[in-house]
């Protein structure tokens, strides 16, 4: 116990200590308890939902501010790529068994959508962003200002106004739409209309507002997006989207321009329509298989080589054939 006289000595110091030094020790006490209620009010934050799986769920993406769970599909993810037909299939006995699977998401059921997801699939849903399809149920709600010239070579399809609050309305049911019937992701195609003769003077700056608004939608459903070819915008819009489906840059020179994708850690979805097919030449399959030449700068990329009609057929660079080969 320490002594009277000791504690009146402590006192007396205490009591001759000037005003500035009181000042200055409250001030550093004050620090020290915001500091440390900081650091507690944080370490709960990052602690609130339990486990690890729980951290993931409620985690952000730092760039594009989407969910965590979201599915984010992994560099040379197996694929097939079917448009032109309605999936008829067996749930127990799916082919070609491969990780995901890209489909029209108009000619599908959910039904087929969860039979592919208890399969242990994921679903990508195509549908046309860019354009205007004069068969699809909501050719209607488009208006003539939203429309400029045919697409070439595709007979009732017109490039739309990107800019358009008509267009992008409709676009935004689509990918609710997507949604509801379970879709994994989007692939909207058509994105790129300002590389074409559209009519409707659309420039690159367009397409990346466009897509920006479309993976905007997209995260408001936890659904992942890819980018549809398009290159000259990779470089502004890679950071939005979580894969990209290119169409033929073995056949134009133009793989490497892709490549950005593979080392941000996104797959290239990567489709080619060789001549002969479905007898494709051996010559012509190295050629888009061998990552030299021609397919230079497609290390990594998920190759799958179709007829144009995106049919089941489909082979892939290790020799594996399936579906049937008809043109349609």
Known sequence: ME???????????????????????????????????????????????????????????????????????????????????????????????????????????????????????????????????????????????????????????????????????????????????????????NVDGFQNDNGLGLTADDSISFVTFLAGEAAKYNMSIGLKNAADIIPTVLNLMDFSVNEQCAEKHECERFSPFIAAGKPVFHIEYPNGAPNIAPQDVNSVCSRTGNSKGADGFSTVMKLMNLNPWVQYCDGKIYGRGEAE
Not at 23 to 40: C, K, N, Q, S
Not at 147 to 172: Q, T, Y
């Open 3 to 189: 002594p009277i006289s000791e504690k009146r000595s402590h006192e007396a110091k205490k009591a001759a200590w000037p005003l500035w030094k009181k000042l200055a020790i409250a001030g550093a006490v004050l620090v020290t308890i915001v500091v440390i209620a900081v650091g507690v009010g944080v370490g709960v934050a990052r602690n609130r939902g339990g486990n690890n799986d729980d951290k993931a769920h409620h985690r952000r993406d730092d760039i594009s501010g989407r969910a965590a769970s979201v599915w984010r599909p992994r560099v040379g993810a197996t694929w097939q790529i079917i448009l032109r037909t309605r999936l008829n299939i067996d749930a127990g006995n799916i082919s070609p068994d491969v990780e995901v699977y890209d489909i029209d998401m108009y000619e599908n059921s959910a039904e087929t959508i969860k039979k592919l997801q208890d399969a242990g699939k994921k679903v990508i849903c195509y549908f046309s962003a860019g354009s205007y399809e004069n068969w699809r149920a909501d050719k209607g709600s488009f208006k003539d200002g939203d429309m400029g010239k045919e697409l070439e070579g595709w007979p009732g399809e017109r490039w739309l106004k990107l800019s358009s609050e008509n267009v992008r309305n409709i676009m935004a049911v689509r990918i609710k739409y997507a949604a509801d019937k379970g879709c994994d992701s989007i692939d909207p195609d």
